[in-house]
């Protein structure tokens, strides 16, 4: 279970975001002139000792043919819920060793987060469109490493976007984007023990589901899912989801979950939109 941060008013939050944003500018800015701080100059360093391994699976393949954004579409919502069975649980919590005084003696397993029969953490999108909205203008992520977990665990974005690594915690993390059939990660960060905000495109500069990994500790695990369309979704702790505005036809619907078997549906889309239910079987 990840831990809920102190509640913050609205001030608080859009000035903690004005601020993040801020350090991401200078950084960026800092980096283009060529004198990136240290923190960012270790940032891109990379190390062939311990380094996780890419999985092998190709989740999101990228496209056959480009994505053609019309200013004009328009359509209905696909909604739904995304289930699974009682026996997709946690796994067991993961010693902490050397770092047990930052994060205590052991983290719990948070790739399972459920309410009743719905799954939550589930990326939800059309396969096969190639046609629709334009791309959404804000395409900033952001990736926390605070009390020892990264968080959000599961996220997803448009090509193109930048992610903020946030680093909180007391202790060195040396984190990979690692995305399916690729050998080499497509970013390497430092999170060092201070408060910091580095900003990379390198994990969405194209498609494809990137595994975020620490290559000293076991423990740290996220998600970020790269598409070149913004039909997509990432369901709620009950299992619910929605996707706007899909132009009316028949599409291919995927569905991807860290401990499930990902699944194929086809969904009719008419000009209400349509509902669909899908279960998940534990791999």
Same mark, same amino acid.
């Given at each position: 279970?990840?831990?809920?941060?102190?509640?913050?008013? *609205? =001030?608080?939050?859009? !000035?903690?975001?004005?601020?993040?944003? /801020?350090? =991401?500018?200078?950084?960026?800015?800092?980096?283009?002139?060529?004198?990136?701080?240290?923190?960012?100059?270790?940032?891109?360093?990379?190390? /062939?000792? %311990?380094?996780?391994? +890419?999985?092998?699976?190709? #989740?999101? !393949?990228?496209?056959?043919?480009?994505?053609?954004?019309?200013? +004009?579409?328009?359509?209905?919502?696909?909604?739904?819920?995304?289930?699974?069975? /009682?026996?997709?649980? =946690?796994?067991?919590?993961?010693?902490?060793?050397?770092?047990?005084?930052?994060?205590?003696? !052991?983290?719990?397993?948070?790739?399972?987060?459920?309410?009743?029969?719905?799954?939550?953490?589930?990326? #939800?999108?059309?396969?096969?469109?190639?046609?629709?909205?334009?791309?959404?203008?804000?395409?900033?992520?952001?990736?926390?490493?605070?009390?020892?977990?990264?968080?959000?665990?599961?996220?997803?974005?448009?090509?193109?976007?930048?992610? @903020?690594?946030?680093?909180?915690?007391?202790?060195?993390?040396?984190?990979?984007?690692?995305?399916? %059939?690729?050998?080499?990660?497509? +970013? =390497?960060?430092?999170?060092?023990?201070?408060?910091?905000?580095?900003?990379?495109?390198?994990?969405? *500069?194209?498609?494809?589901?990137?595994?975020?990994?620490?290559?000293?500790?076991?423990?740290?695990? /996220?998600?970020?899912? +790269?598409?070149?369309?913004?039909?997509?979704?990432?369901?709620?702790? @009950?299992?619910?989801?929605?996707?706007? !505005?899909?132009?009316?036809?028949?599409?291919?619907?995927?569905?991807?979950?860290?401990?499930?078997?990902?699944?194929?549906?086809?969904?009719?889309?008419?000009?209400?939109?349509?509902?669909? @239910?899908?279960?998940?079987?534990?791999?």
């Amino acid at each position: 279970m990840i831990a809920a941060r102190p509640p913050r008013s *609205a =001030a608080s939050r859009t !000035a903690r975001r004005a601020l993040r944003i /801020a350090l =991401a500018a200078l950084g960026a800015l800092a980096a283009c002139k060529g004198d990136a701080p240290a923190a960012q100059a270790r940032a891109r360093e990379s190390s /062939a000792t %311990g380094d996780p391994a +890419a999985p092998a699976e190709i #989740v999101i !393949a990228r496209p056959s043919s480009r994505y053609q954004p019309d200013p +004009a579409a328009s359509g209905g919502a696909i909604t739904g819920t995304v289930t699974a069975p /009682a026996s997709l649980t =946690a796994g067991a919590p993961i010693s902490t060793g050397r770092d047990s005084a930052v994060c205590g003696p !052991a983290i719990e397993d948070s790739s399972v987060a459920r309410q009743g029969n719905g799954l939550g953490g589930a990326i #939800v999108w059309l396969d096969d469109i190639r046609r629709g909205r334009p791309l959404p203008l804000e395409r900033r992520l952001e990736l926390e490493s605070i009390k020892c977990r990264l968080t959000p665990r599961v996220q997803a974005g448009v090509v193109g976007s930048t992610v @903020n690594v946030i680093g909180h915690d007391a202790f060195r993390q040396h984190l990979r984007f690692l995305a399916g %059939g690729e050998p080499e990660p497509r +970013a =390497a960060v430092l999170l060092d023990q201070y408060e910091q905000v580095i900003p990379t495109e390198r994990p969405l *500069a194209e498609t494809g589901l990137v595994v975020v990994r620490d290559k000293d500790h076991a423990w740290p695990t /996220a998600y970020i899912a +790269a598409f070149d369309h913004p039909y997509f979704a990432v369901t709620a702790p @009950n299992g619910t989801f929605r996707i706007d !505005a899909v132009p009316p036809g028949r599409y291919r619907l995927r569905v991807w979950h860290e401990r499930a078997r990902d699944t194929t549906q086809v969904v009719d889309v008419g000009a209400g939109g349509a509902t669909v @239910n899908v279960t998940l079987g534990a791999k």
